[in-house]
């Protein structure tokens, strides 16, 4: 599993008053280890008062680019966005995971497709890569892009749209929708039926869409998740990523008061212990100092995604794994309680 790499900071950007994109110095010799699908974020680590923390973040530039940036918007009481939004500058240090995940779009110079996405606040930065290298990479595809925010002002990489808009007319779309705000040329409210209704029953009604990237709270998803499926929309086309989710768990129904014999598999080491069920595996397994992959542990990133190769286990919730993927064992250990009496669980066979 790839380990982290220390890359200084190239440039900070202040994109909104809550908001900053932060590009990093990649080496030559780590160029490779940093190419990306669009789509895909990085884990930064770091420390707070001696504690170690994670976090990840969505990269924002084109993978032909050379560029590796990510936008990073402060959450009141948060931790780290707070330290990048007011603290960080040019030259600091920070620990990086290589690009991960399974949000992404893979560009094909032949494709003639047409794209949708539907996003809110910080939920552009992702597709801000997709968009980019479909323009960049598919020249006969087209983008359409509708996107959330409270006011212009508090709108994320709002004049590099418009300037690949001016770029790519005939080619790049994009709908504004204003909660805050009544301006021209823009929806005012929120994404909700009637937005998704005009773009697929009254604008785009005769474009056939190759597929819709969905990427923002988790409300705004299912509610649009919901409309494209009411539309005829293929489940299979719909693609999405959340950056928070709900805090309610599902109620699990096993009964979790036993324990369980564990074998972990990390980077081809092999470690042993015993859990209570009532823990998840990843803080288990964190817990006997083991240095298995994780981020958000909140359920909404896939870094600590594992495979049970032996035993069962159960999940609070899922929002990532499709029900293929959880036939085939794979869980994400921040959210599985084991249910049998021995469990292996490999981080390796992902």
């Not at 949708?116 to 939920?123: E, I, K, L, M, T």
């Not at 009411?230 to 693609?239: F, M, T």
């Not at 081809?268 to 006997?288: C, H, P, S, Y």
Request: hydrophobic share 35%.
């Amino acid at each position: 599993m790839p380990d982290f790499y220390k890359l200084s900071i190239k440039h900070i950007t202040r994109e909104t008053p809550m908001a900053v994109s932060i590009e990093f110095d990649v080496p030559s010799a780590l160029q490779n280890t940093y190419s990306f699908i669009p789509g895909q974020y990085i884990t930064i680590k770091t420390k707070v008062d001696g504690k170690e923390i994670r976090r990840a973040y969505s990269i924002c530039s084109a993978p032909k680019s050379g560029i590796l940036k990510v936008a990073i918007k402060e959450i009141p009481d948060g931790t780290f966005s707070v330290i990048a939004n007011n603290q960080l500058k040019d030259n600091d240090v920070l620990e990086v995971h290589p690009p991960e995940g399974n949000f992404s779009l893979t560009t094909d110079p032949k494709a003639n497709n047409t794209y949708a996405a539907f996003v809110a606040g910080s939920g552009i930065t992702p597709v801000m890569s997709m968009i980019k290298a479909v323009m960049e990479d598919e020249p006969s595809s087209n983008f359409v892009l509708v996107y959330g925010n409270k006011t212009p002002e508090e709108t994320i990489f709002h004049n590099e749209l418009l300037a690949l808009q001016a770029k790519y007319s005939d080619r790049l779309f994009i709908e504004y929708v204003y909660s805050r705000s009544q301006e021209d040329n823009a929806h005012f409210g929120r994404i909700e039926k009637p937005i998704v209704n005009y773009i697929l029953k009254n604008k785009f009604k005769n474009t056939s869409f190759k597929a819709f990237y969905l990427c923002g709270p988790e409300e705004m998803i299912n509610t649009v998740t919901e409309i494209l499926l009411e539309n005829g929309i293929e489940k299979s086309a719909i693609h999405f990523e959340l950056f928070t989710s709900s805090t309610s768990e599902t109620e699990l129904n096993e009964d979790l008061d036993g324990q369980s014999t564990v074998k972990v598999l990390v980077d081809d080491e092999e470690f042993n212990f015993v859990m209570d069920q009532k823990k998840t595996i990843l803080d288990a397994t964190l817990g006997q100092d083991i240095d298995a992959p994780y981020s958000c542990q909140g359920g909404v990133c896939s870094s600590c995604i594992c495979k049970i190769t032996e035993g069962n286990a159960v999940m609070e919730k899922n929002s990532i794994l499709t029900d293929g993927e959880i036939a085939e064992g794979l869980v994400l250990a921040c959210m599985a309680h084991p249910t049998s009496t021995s469990i292996t669980v490999d981080f390796d066979d992902v």
